[in-house]
């Protein structure tokens, strides 16, 4: 037997163990991890006594556990039942913590298994009870490159929009502060009461809208794209308001704990409401029927209908709304905070596919357009449109074009725009697959082509002399393959004469790496190749490869 086919049976065998652990009501069982999510994942500390003695591993792990455990309970809730709201305790607080760090563990385990199947990794059993993994390539971890590329975009772009904005509509921070210290009051030491106020409500619009900028970055979509008939940017707006009111209730809570000793934040930062009646609460405040009101929040709720698919997503963000019974809600803190939009795209796709498919066309056009934004110069020519090749019995196309009047220079681009996979290993074989297979086999009939014609021919056949009739020399062809989200994939080869970039990857070469070349194009190849991971290795950039070791009861899993 393989080591990777010993430890699954173990892994196995330990989840069978957690599932009698928790022996727990469905409904009580998923209110409860929600709560202790609410308070670990976006305060990021301990803000209530656990039993936890490393909480640092214990926050390592909890990503990965909570998911399996909703997903058991919600087998097993029955959505008629009417249970009433318990608040937590010590013992129940250290039941959860247990529970998903256990759990956490297991599915990080089963993430390794998946790890050796893509050849990243290699386990050997040291022993019954211990498992040593290793890395198979040296450079393992250059995904890691995408992510900084894209905190870059946030950090360095995002944030100065954002400061923009507070300069367009400044706020009295230390008023705000007062005045929901002001507002907020418990009538039992265990619950919070607080009636907001116009000012207050604004405020924290406009931090949602913030928090919205920080998490979405690019949009998936344009805002008039159409899903169940209901504009995009609708579902985008009703997400900013629901940040906001986490981030007050967040303050809000902490403001009250400073007041009432007695304020467990587990007690007050989840809500559970009544469909109907935030369905309602809505519809006033945004002045939208109902059913568009309750079509939005289909797509941002954990139901009986979604559960098994989004839950096996390793890792997965947390939902807004959990549905707990047919007219009941729990409204996460955690879900409103970390990444609604994931689960909001992959609804509009389950629910929405003919909508979902037509707006995923029209992404070419769109990513066309924001690719031009980086050659404002006269002299370059932008094709408008993609173009078809057809040549010896080869069909390919090219998705953008642009020439440099002045240096004679080319520049063909394939456009890829994939969705995010996050940490599903099957996901990321089918982006592998896709991407690399076919920008292999249209890089060699883009060469074959360029080789085989006159510059004259090529600038026609691009319908580069539409716009510059003048064109009849082709000093330097480049080659691009850009795509939306990820690129660096570890064991991925890639061949050097293109350049390959994520969206965010140009943004960042363009911004941050220095040039004084008099070809746009030329120059742009140039700083792409800047960041590539060999590059960014030679320069002391090496990705970050843990020391793990992980003890799931009489067992250890680590590394080398």
Known sequence: MKPSESLKIILDEESKKLKELFDYPAYLAIH???????????????SSESPQDDYAEFRAFFDYGWLPLIKYYYSKINLSD???FTLITKEILSICDTSISYSGKIEFC?????FEKADLIKINQVSDKEFLFKYLYENSGIEQFDNISL???KDRIVEKIIDAKKKEKPFDTNYIKEEVKRIVSSPDGNMIIYHTTEEIDDYYNQQGHFHMLRTQGYDEFDTKDLFGGIEYWRYLDFIEILMGSALMRIDACLELQKKVESI???NVLSYTFYKDKIVANFSNYLDLDKGVIEQIMSCLTLTKDNYEYYLDYPSAPPPIFFQVADNLLITSISGSLTNPLVLLNKELKRKYRKDYDKAVNNREERFRNELFLFFQQNRIVKVPRGINILFNGIHTDIDAVVFDTKTKTLGLFQLKWQDKYHHSMKERYSRISNLFDKAKEWIGKIKDWVDSNSAKSIINSLQINKQHKASAEIEEVYIFVISRNQ???TG???DSSVAWSTWHQLIESQADIGSSIDNPIREMFVKIKALEPQNRIQRGEKPQQTKLVVELGDYKIYNS
């Not at 409860?32 to 301990?46: A, E, H, K, T, Y």
């Not at 089963?110 to 998946?114: D, E, F, G, M, V």
């Open 82 to 84: 009417r249970l009433p």
């Open 32 to 46: 409860n991890i929600v709560r202790r999510m609410d308070v670990v994942i976006p305060l990021s500390s301990r």
């Open 492 to 494: 991925v080869e890639l």
């Open 487 to 489: 690129m660096n994939f």
């Open 151 to 153: 905190n870059f975009y």
């Open 110 to 114: 089963k993430q390794l298994l998946n």
């Open 264 to 266: 467990d934040l587990h």
